[in-house]
Nanobody
Framework: QVQLVESGGGLVQPGGSLTLSCAAS????????MGWYRQAPGKQRELVAT???????NYADSVKGRFTISKNSTKNTVYLQMNSLKPEDTAAYHC????????????WGQGTQVTVSS
């Protein structure tokens, strides 16, 4: 059983910063990627950023230069540093974990709400 627990969401003013954390626990083997997706009301879930076991990163165009994804492999934890936040960043942010040991498995966290508003 794999669990992902997110933290760090909240209310922030435009231009502000937040850092999200996601800790994975349980029987975890063969992590290939960890990442963050977000879903705003009435919209589809979209990729925000991912980081591979190698450390290579991938970002949505809308967050490049503002968000930074990082990880602590020994703690199976991924972080998302969000700077220069905009109202359009408001969404539920979900942690994602992919493992690959003969078969690919995908896990999701429950989500943490980020609201950017004055």
């Amino acid at each position: 059983q794999v669990q992902l627990v997110e933290s760090g969401g909240g209310l922030v003013q435009p231009g502000g910063s937040l850092t999200l954390s996601c800790a994975a626990s349980g029987s975890i083997f063969g992590i290939s990627t960890m990442g963050w997706y977000r879903q705003a009301p009435g919209k589809q879930r979209e990729l925000v950023a991912t980081i591979a076991s190698s450390g290579s990163t991938n970002y949505a165009d809308s967050v490049k230069g503002r968000f930074t994804i990082s990880k602590n492999s020994t703690k199976n934890t991924v972080y998302l540093q969000m700077n220069s936040l905009k109202p359009e960043d408001t969404a539920a942010y979900h942690c994602n974990l992919n493992t690959l040991v003969f078969v690919r498995r995908e896990y999701w966290g429950q989500g943490t709400q980020v609201t950017v508003s004055s």
